[in-house]
């Protein structure tokens, strides 16, 4: 094995991870974060599609990078009968399975859900597809834009007529933690029952999950959210104003208390108890003119100006960073929220994990080269699959 197993809550779990791109892969990592063993079952001559998308990590993929440091690589052929047998015997002594290959690869691998929960009663199964089990879209290939798309979060992101995808992968990040907190879950179970648990996960419903408030403005009103750029369709004021030094603060109000907090904030306290304003609801008719009386407010103010306005006031506010921003971001480095992972090319910065106990240990696994660990898992596993099935 490359790695040391023996620390952490999830210490003495193995996970098998027959995964690709995003949603699987970042949920086992995430169980590996918590000291999980996890074999990531990888195609031989290629991996994980994650692999190639980029060389900016010491000539390995960001993607990849982020989302695989602490497992183990089998490049496994399962259309050969030999390692089809390994991973039957990595089945058998696994706590979890996270899949999330195409529609209908594990059925043709002989790898079906309902025979592999007969045959590993305590084993944890997650399924991970894009549009679930049955219905009209059960076939189709999904990716985050696809499934963002499908499930209406583009519609109410960027600006009106200009729809926008995220930055984010949300489809892929969020199911990767409702499998994560599943897995979780059933470990929990098991405990008590025995019994291990089939998880099906569907990227559409996650996405249909977080679009919660805009489906319920939907149902009950029939009128469609209209998207606000960098804003909210259901806050006002709420959004991003240029300062006079070429910032953007971001600032805005979630109450009515907050709204009256912010009129004498921007010298006009008259405005709290004007009806036009009086609401939420009332706000949102008025966006438009609420957004010209704010930027009018910052564009004679810097943004240390207006934070520290905004601060002493009760009013929420941030900064607009970029990405060079975030890296440099002294919360961040203030809490040692950065580690060291290591990777086939040497050392690489990475982020801490963002939920950890008090006392559980911060394991800085290893990002595997392509195979890394595939006589070592060959030699481990292979064995028993050659020696057969034990005596009744």
């Known amino acids: 094995m490359s790695e040391q197993h023996s620390n952490g809550p999830l210490a003495g779990v193995m996970v098998v991870g027959l995964e690709q791109a995003i949603s699987a892969p970042l949920c086992t990592r995430h169980l590996a974060d918590l000291g999980a063993r996890v074999v990531k079952v990888e195609r031989p001559g290629c991996g994980d599609s994650t692999r190639h998308y980029d060389s900016v990590v010491r000539g390995l993929s960001a993607h990849f990078t982020w989302l695989n440091h602490g497992k183990e690589s089998a490049a496994l052929d399962l259309a050969d009968p030999a390692d089809l047998a ?3 015997e990595l089945l058998a002594a696994a706590d979890v399975l996270v899949s999330n290959l195409g529609p209908g ?11 592999l929960a007969r045959d590993h009663p305590r084993l944890i199964i997650v399924d991970i597809s894009g549009y679930g089990s049955g219905g009209p879209l059960e076939h189709k290939r999904a990716y985050d834009l696809l499934i963002q798309a499908e499930a ?5 992101t960027g600006t009106p007529g200009h729809p926008a995808k995220p ?37 559409l419903d996650t996405v249909a999950e977080m679009m919660g408030f805009a489906l319920n403005q939907v149902l009950h ?5 209209v998207p606000v750029g960098l804003g909210s369709p259901m806050i006002a004021p709420y959004g991003a104003y240029p300062t006079v030094d070429g910032r953007t603060a971001v600032l805005g109000t979630t109450s009515d208390r907050e709204w009256r907090r912010l009129a004498e904030l921007i010298g006009r306290p008259e405005l709290a108890d004007d009806p036009r304003y009086a609401h939420n609801d009332d706000r949102i008719r008025h ?27 009760g009013i929420g506010n941030a900064r607009l960073n970029g990405v060079v921003e975030l890296t440099r971001h002294p919360q961040l480095a203030a809490r040692d929220r950065w580690r060291k992972v290591e990777t086939p090319s040497g050392p690489v910065p990475a982020l801490v994990p963002p939920a950890l106990a008090t006392g559980w240990p911060i394991r800085h696994g290893s990002v595997p080269a392509l195979g890394a660990d595939t006589a070592a898992i060959r030699t481990e596993f292979g064995a028993r699959a050659a020696a057969g099935p034990p005596p009744a």
Request: hydrophobic fraction near 50%.
């Open 152 to 156: 209406g979060s583009c519609s109410i």
């Open 86 to 88: 390994v991973l039957r």
């Open 105 to 115: 690869a594990l059925d043709r691998l002989g790898l079906g859900v309902d025979a």
């Open 287 to 313: 966006r438009a003119e609420l957004d010209r009386l704010l930027e009018q407010w910052c564009a004679t103010r810097t943004l240390a100006e207006i934070q520290a306005a905004a601060d002493a006031a």
């Open 221 to 225: 009103t029939g009128t469609e959210p």
């Open 167 to 203: 930055g984010i992968p949300i489809a892929d990040i969020g199911t990767a933690l409702y499998a994560y907190s599943a897995v979780l879950a059933a470990l929990y179970d098991r405990e008590r029952t025995g019994r291990g648990a089939v998880i099906p996960i569907a990227m």
